[in-house]
């Protein structure tokens, strides 16, 4: 036998490892063959082509959306159509529909403008059989979720001794005071209105000319025919 002889283990003096009969080479060391293994698996993720992704079918990012009425139920008290008796001086009032926008009552305490030092929330009422004004009692209160009617003849923000005319289409600024200390701003167009012929001078009966002004008394608000 040559001097490559193989020993009982199966490995030459020279560290060549025996083929067996069957053919099949003597299995390597497990670590060697996790080492292979990683080797292999690196080349083929190198090797290997990435697929394309797939165009996304999810649905694109919601446009923020417009302010919600939740937004607007924030505001407390709102008016609608907001307008003001034109008077050339003295008295005049103010209109519109207070539009409550809680699930409780709100209440209107006071008011103010630049246009009048003196401003008060008047009721108009029955008095033994004559219509008069005067200041409300507890203040204006609007219903949850409901509305209030400023009007001739009815519920008015009443201003006294006008700082300047109101003239049609003027703007007129006006803060209302809620029962909670909150304010509401808004403001009203000047407008010509004849309807019942209302007066809003106090003191005074439409029938008495412009005699007997008392101030800040309560008014007489009658009719005239003419």
Not at 66 to 90: E, F, Q, R, Y
Not at 213 to 219: I, L, M, T, V
């Amino acid at each position: 036998m040559s001097a490559r002889r193989i020993n009982r283990a199966g490995t030459s003096r020279y560290g060549v490892t025996r083929v067996t009969r069957a053919g099949v080479r003597r299995t390597a060391p497990a670590g060697v063959l996790l080492a292979a293994v990683m080797v292999l698996g690196g080349c083929g993720s190198q090797d290997s082509t990435v697929p394309a992704a797939a165009p996304s079918t999810a649905a694109p990012a919601a446009t923020p959306a417009a302010p919600s009425t939740a937004a607007v139920a924030a505001v407390a008290l709102t008016i609608t159509d907001p307008w003001v008796k034109t008077a050339k001086k003295g008295m005049s009032a103010a209109f519109g529909t207070l539009v409550n926008n809680t699930d409780a009552e709100v209440t209107v305490v006071s008011g103010a403008s630049p246009l009048s030092p003196k401003i008060e929330l008047h009721e108009v009422v029955d008095s033994k059989g004559k219509m008069i004004m005067r200041p409300k009692e507890g203040g204006i209160v609007i219903p949850a979720r409901g509305t209030h009617l400023l009007q001739p003849g009815g519920d008015h923000i009443m201003l006294m001794g006008l700082t300047k005319a109101v003239k049609p289409g003027a703007q007129i600024p006006f803060t209302l005071t809620l029962k909670d200390g909150k304010t509401v701003e808004f403001t009203a167009v000047g407008k010509d209105f004849a309807g019942g012929k209302e007066d809003y001078r106090p003191g005074m009966d439409m029938g008495d000319g412009d005699k007997g002004d008392k101030g800040d008394k309560s008014a007489d608000m009658g009719e005239s025919d003419g």
